[in-house]
């Protein structure tokens, strides 16, 4: 079983950065795809970045330029890194994981964090 467990979230302006952490418990993290998806009020859940165990990387469009995924195999870490951060960027951050190790379009994750709320004001 993957625990996954998201911190740095928070309260932040329009145009300011936060830096979101996701630490796996997993041993086969270094094996396995990450990606952070986001949850707004009333909305349904959506994809916002991944990336494979060959560290290939993928975004919505709405985030391209201005959030960047990375990990750290040696601390079991994925990270999301948002700047020039907008109100509507405000939401509940949720980590994932895919077993597999690759990604693509509409692959559902394996495992699931509980979730960081990012809240942008205007």
């Known amino acids: 079983q993957v625990q996954l467990v998201e911190s740095g979230g928070g309260l932040v302006q329009a145009g300011g950065s936060l830096r979101l952490s996701c630490a796996s418990s997993?041993?086969?993290?270094?094996?396995?795809?990450m990606g952070w998806f986001r949850q707004a009020p009333g909305k349904e859940r959506e994809f916002v970045a991944a990336i494979s165990r060959t560290s290939m990387t993928y975004y919505t469009d709405s985030v391209k330029g201005r959030f960047t995924i990375s990990r750290d195999n040696a601390k079991n870490t994925v990270y999301l890194q948002m700047n020039s951060l907008k109100p509507e960027d405000t939401a509940v951050y949720y980590c994932?994981?895919?077993?597999?190790?690759?990604?693509?379009?509409?692959?559902?994750?394996?495992?699931w964090g509980q979730g960081t709320q990012v809240t942008v004001s205007s």
């Open positions: 997993g041993r086969a993290f270094s094996r396995s795809a």
């Open positions: 994932a994981a895919y077993a597999g190790g690759v990604y693509y379009s509409g692959l559902l994750p394996d495992y």
